[in-house]
Nanobody
């Protein structure tokens, strides 16, 4: 499984971004997909998960502003971020979970600054 994350960039506080994570390879082996983020000087933290059936889970710190979704026809998972805050600045990584292992994408940088 290969994961390609995109959609990051420089955004202003209060703005929105939509991150994408396109999966290729053994797509059928993927169960859940998740987003993590790692801010400068901090550990990587879990942000959101979407299951193969479309159920979603969020970290308490983001559930009011983040939405995870998936388009199975495009083998892509999205993370919509609204009302961006400077503390959302981080590298965002997508993760694919199969029955036997996990795969990570390369990350996409999100910088929130005026």
């Amino acid at each position: 499984v290969q994961l390609q994350a995109s959609g990051g960039g420089l955004a202003q506080p209060g703005g929105s971004l939509r991150l994408s994570c396109a999966a290729s390879g053994s797509i059928s082996s993927i169960n859940n997909m998740a987003w993590f983020r790692q801010a400068p000087g901090k550990q990587r933290e879990w942000v959101a998960t979407i299951t193969s059936r479309g159920s979603t889970m969020y970290a308490d710190s983001v559930k009011a502003r983040f939405t995870i979704s998936r388009d199975n026809s495009k083998n892509t998972v999205y993370l919509q971020i609204t009302t961006l805050k400077p503390e959302d600045t981080a590298v965002y990584y997508c993760k694919a979970i199969t029955a036997v292992t996990v795969y990570w994408g390369q990350g996409t940088q999100v910088t929130v600054s005026s």
